[in-house]
């Protein structure tokens, strides 16, 4: 069943931003949802998440959660921004969501390799997250996922918990097929040293 508002007691959408652990800065994210939080006029509960990205005083902004305080802080949402990272996006749809996803993009000094923009790519292809790599497109998403939540929203599983584990495995040769397919392969021929005079070439 999709998640379903509390409609009696409706005060504020809440929004939980995650840019993951990696040691990686993700200013570009970071500045977008706080520029568009400090100008929406509806009422805006934010948690952000923001790693070793450093922000402006922003109330709800923590570095890191541990596990089961992000699982919580899932539950609680109306709406999930993330960056591209397979397992956070696993988790969010696990918890009923539909996440807003902004992948970090190598070329920005925002991660090591290009992994998530190929895998929020295909996911944005199959309308498994809504892909944003513009800040006018995270924009229009925010602005819509406040006036209905439930845009963002998808289907649970009640079995979903137990087949993470396989989930996460299957995603993770998933993202190793993308880059091997997009890293140029070095020649499979070098050049064998040849032994020098008086001595036994060794293998």
């Known amino acids: 069943m999709p998640r379903q508002r509390d409609s ?4 504020q959408v809440r929004l939980l931003v995650a840019v993951g652990t990696d040691k990686h800065p993700f200013d570009r994210l970071v500045d ?22 450093n922000v402006p005083v922003l109330r709800g902004a923590v570095p890191f959660l541990g596990h089961d305080a992000l699982q919580q802080a899932m539950i609680d ?13 696993l988790e969010a749809r696990r918890h009923g969501h539909l996440p807003i996803v902004v992948p970090r993009d190598p070329a920005r000094g925002e991660h090591v390799d290009n992994h998530q923009l190929l ?18 497109a995270l924009h229009a998403a925010l602005a819509a996922g406040v006036a209905d939540p439930s845009r963002y929203a998808v289907a649970t599983e009640p079995g979903a918990h137990e087949a993470r584990r396989a989930a996460v495995a299957r995603v993770g040769q998933i993202v190793d097929d993308l880059v091997a397919r997009s890293t140029p ?3 499979r021929w070098r050049a064998r040293s040849r032994p020098r005079p008086g001595t036994e070439e060794t293998r």
């Open 32 to 53: 977008w949802v706080a520029g568009w939080h400090a100008q929406t006029a509806g009422p805006v509960g934010l948690t952000m998440q923001h790693g070793h990205t």
């Open 119 to 136: 895998f929020a790519r295909r996911l944005g292809a199959a309308g498994l997250v809504a892909l944003c790599e513009t800040r006018e």
């Open 185 to 187: 392969r070095p020649s």
């Open 77 to 89: 949402a109306d709406l999930v921004v993330c960056h591209g990272g397979p397992a956070t996006i």
């Open 8 to 11: 009696s007691a409706i005060a």
